[in-house]
C-alpha cells in the first residue's frame, strides 16, 4: 500500500478501528509518547536503537522520553 493510499485515512479512536498495524511503512514522520514506558531496564535501549535505525534511514523522529527521578 502506498502512503498516498493512506494520506487521509483515520488513525482510529473510540468505536472506529481506523489504520492497523502494517498498513503504513517507512513513515516520514514518526511521532512518538514516551515509547519506552512501561518497560523494564533493557528494553528501552533496544526501542531506541530501532528508532535510530528508522531515522538513519531518512524518517524524521519526534519523541517525548520521561525519565524516572531515580
Request: hydrophobic share 45%; proline share 0%; aromatic share 0%.
Given at each position: 500500500m502506498s502512503k498516498l493510499s493512506v494520506v487521509k485515512?483515520?488513525?482510529?479512536g473510540e468505536g472506529h478501528l481506523g489504520v492497523t498495524g502494517g498498513i503504513i511503512n517507512d513513515p516520514i514522520i514518526l511521532f512518538l509518547d514516551e515509547p519506552t514506558s512501561g518497560l523494564d531496564s533493557t528494553s528501552p535501549f533496544t526501542v531506541v536503537k530501532v528508532l535510530k535505525r528508522i531515522a538513519r534511514n531518512?524518517?524524521?523522529?519526534v519523541m517525548s522520553?520521561?525519565?524516572p527521578t531515580y
Open positions: 485515512t483515520i488513525i482510529g531518512g524518517s524524521i523522529v522520553i520521561h525519565q
